[in-house]
């Protein structure tokens, strides 16, 4: 995985968890009371009727259970003519939703390797929730029939364009479900034989040791030591120390079949590595010890391992880093101590049923002539028992998708950069009222067209409670990763809680936000009186927000989609992510907001955004203070706290973190000499030193030419 990638996953992940170990602080005990997910499939029977609907077959028909790698069910007609197989996404694919439960669909394919019907079992995906009728998912789901699954990614695309904007607006959900559908049918297709896949079991797994994979020629082995190295470098510069010590021990091992991958790798990391692959490229692990690196270091130049090579037939391929994976340590405890373990991505025609050998040049300046070298090479064959007609992994849906989104990522990308520049300088930018105001409404209107409305990059809080719902029915980053731009903007956030607190996504990234904040702007423009709260009033209503956050999170516990309803207190799926595509009183919901905030600027993030609430937390544990005063504010001076539109500034003059939006604008009037009382006050105390001061000179030059 791309290094970056590694990272946003971590930052995004920490920061979750402290917002979630936070909240469990608070409810001691609400783990405990929630069932781990039970790992089997939902429709544990597939009846003749539904086999029958499937196929839009005439009952009777005869339907058989089929175990081992790839469960399924074969259906018959009662004559014994084969209407094709039934398999379960959850069961083959485990395919997780959004809400951190399965998405299970029921794929039917036929024998030549064709989707004949899907039909979606069982939910809890926030989106498909509410708003939508039980017709427009089933012919969503529905749509896939017909797909060919020898290419089922190309012969998918129609599928989603019959789905209805509402649903197509659902990119995650939809993603898991397309994934989910196509992913089944493959594999299922391919177990059964009726689609030819490639020629490497990727299926069957059992476990094994190393010197069994070594016994077998799963895994291959070569030494070359000192004195051999010394022998070929008679004459080098630098010459090699003989001895029998290892110049260079080599193991090699074709990665794709699970019984030795993942024997090697461990689950994880061979999933992984092999996840990734595309048609025809295959996974080779390479682990050396010894005085001279298979790997060098001037690859990280070039791009190019010029130290290593694989060679057959004809062919020479060349290892690039594209694809190259390194390898922290291997899963068999009994493995050989290696300096440098590596994984490389093979394809360009590559044959892995085929011989070949991988080689490891080593090269000394000679004394005179030309460079002297020594080759260190293994011959490689993958034992039979591997070669059979297995599914060749398609590619995970959060690589294709990352992969078309990655402009937009790279905008997103873009923004974040902008908006830490700015937060970094803003000293820079409050100094001058009118380029920070020119700067922040630009930067809002950016974020509520392209970002919200443009490419749905607006968070939510059901998004916090399906990663603790993750956590506590078993994580998979897939799920997470399948929305670059949720995911981007995450691991900003989680990075920014600790530097600037919750307003640096509430006050600058958040669509809806934005949304209120502008029309605010139209509304005082034209003369809309603003109305203020009493203090006392104004921090009581904050526990509107708190609670009701508090509340989706509790209810989760007990009914995922039960929080999710209560979520739909949040407008951001109406207003935003669907544009006001919605039943009446979702739309008549986000215009009553968007009226209240007309007269009290981003009265839903004050008292009632539980998003907001949730970023509150975590924000606690904010490292800096960027944001300055003054020991006359709130004491002589209050103009900041009556200036602030969202009231985040109390009597004495504090800013509460849990509030403020980062706006700045406290900063502009803190800045500005015209506007700051205690600024104009010492401006007029110099003025009247400097008075004084000329006075006294004037006197004095009065009074010596009279002497």
């Not at 706290?641 to 502009?668: F, H, K, S, W, Y």
Request: contains cysteine; hydrophobic residues 45%; glycine residues 8%.
């Amino acid at each position: 995985m791309n290094p970056l990638v590694c990272l946003l996953l971590h930052v995004w992940r920490t920061s979750l968890l402290v917002c979630v170990l936070s909240l469990l602080l608070a409810a001691p005990g609400a783990a405990e009371r929630v069932l781990p997910l039970e790992r089997r499939t939902i429709a544990a029977e597939l009846t003749t009727a539904a086999a029958a609907a499937l196929f839009g077959a005439v009952e009777p028909v005869e339907v058989v259970r089929d175990a081992g790698d790839v469960p399924g069910w074969t259906v018959r007609t009662d004559d014994g003519t084969l209407l094709g197989y039934v398999g379960s996404t959850w069961e083959i694919a485990r395919s997780v939703g959004y809400s951190g439960r399965p998405i299970e669909m029921l794929v039917a394919i036929s024998p030549s390797g064709t989707i004949v019907a899907a039909e979606l079992v069982r939910h809890a995906e926030p989106i498909l929730t509410l708003g939508l009728s039980d017709e427009d998912i089933a012919r969503f789901v529905g749509a896939f029939a017909g797909v060919d699954l020898a290419a089922p990614r190309e012969s998918a695309d129609a599928a989603e364009q019959s789905a209805p904007d509402i649903i197509s607006r659902a990119t995650v959900s939809t993603g898991v479900i397309r994934d989910g559908i196509l992913r089944t049918g493959r594999t299922l297709a391919i177990a059964r034989g009726a689609v030819e896949a490639g020629r490497i079991d990727r299926v069957s797994y059992e476990p094994s040791g190393w010197e069994a994979l070594i016994a077998e020629g799963a895994i291959a082995q070569v030494r070359s030591t000192r004195e051999d190295a010394a022998a070929a470098f008679t004459g080098a510069r630098v010459p090699v120390t003989p001895g029998q010590g290892a110049f260079l021990d080599l193991w090699v091992a074709l990665l794709d079949p699970p019984t030795i991958g993942r024997n090697l790798l461990g689950q994880k990391l061979f999933t992984r590595a092999v996840g990734g692959l595309g048609a025809g490229e295959v996974a080779l692990f390479v682990g050396s010890q010894g005085l001279h690196s298979h790997r060098g270091t001037d690859w990280k130049k070039s791009h190019v391992f010029d130290r290593i090579a694989v060679v057959q037939g004809e062919k020479r391929y060349e290892l690039t880093d594209e694809g190259y994976t390194r390898v922290d340590r291997l899963a068999l405890k009994e493995a050989p101590e290696m300096k440098e373990r590596s994984i490389f991505q093979l394809g360009d025609g590559f044959d892995p049923v085929e011989p070949f050998s991988v080689e490891v040049t080593a090269t000394r300046p000679a004394q005179t002539g030309a460079d002297l070298t020594f080759v260190t090479a293994t011959d490689y064959h993958l034992p039979a028992r591997f070669v059979l007609e297995p599914p060749a992994p398609p590619e995970p849906l959060w690589q294709t998708t990352w992969r078309e989104k990655r402009l937009t990522v790279a905008g997103v990308g873009l923004m974040i950069g902008l908006l830490t520049l700015m937060l970094f300088v803003q000293e820079a930018l409050v100094a001058r009222p009118g380029l920070w105001r020119g700067f922040r409404y630009a930067f809002l209107a950016v974020t509520l067209v392209w970002l919200g409305w443009g490419v749905n990059g607006q968070l939510s809080v059901v998004q916090v409670v399906a990663f603790l719902q993750s956590l506590l029915s078993g994580f998979r980053w897939e799920t997470f990763l399948i929305e670059p731009v949720i995911f981007t903007l995450w691991s900003f956030v989680a990075l920014g809680l600790l530097f600037w607190g919750r307003g640096v996504y509430c006050g600058w990234l958040c669509p809806f936000g934005a949304l209120q904040e502008l029309t605010n702007v139209v509304a005082r423009h034209f003369g809309v009186q603003q109305l203020t709260f009493r203090q006392a009033l104004h921090e009581r209503l904050w526990t509107i927000k708190y609670t009701l956050f508090i509340a989706i999170l509790a209810l989760s516990f007990y009914s995922m989609e039960s929080a999710i309803t209560l979520a739909e207190t949040e407008p951001f799926k109406t207003a935003i992510s669907l544009r006001m595509v919605r039943a009446w009183p979702f739309v008549l919901f986000v215009l009553a907001i968007l009226a209240a905030g007309l007269f009290i600027e981003r009265f839903y993030c004050r008292y009632i955004c539980p998003l907001g609430a949730a970023l509150a937390i975590p924000a606690k544990l904010k490292i800096f203070d960027w944001l300055h005063r003054r020991p006359q504010c709130g004491r002589e001076c209050r103009l900041c706290e009556e200036r602030c539109t969202v009231g985040a500034i109390d009597r004495v003059g504090r800013i509460n973190p849990n509030e403020c939006v980062l706006c700045l604008r406290c900063q502009v009037i803190y800045n500005d000499s015209t506007t700051c009382p205690t600024l104009i006050k010492r401006a007029r105390a110099a003025d009247a030193r400097q008075a004084a001061i000329e006075k006294a000179r004037a006197a004095r030059e009065v009074k010596e030419p009279s002497q």
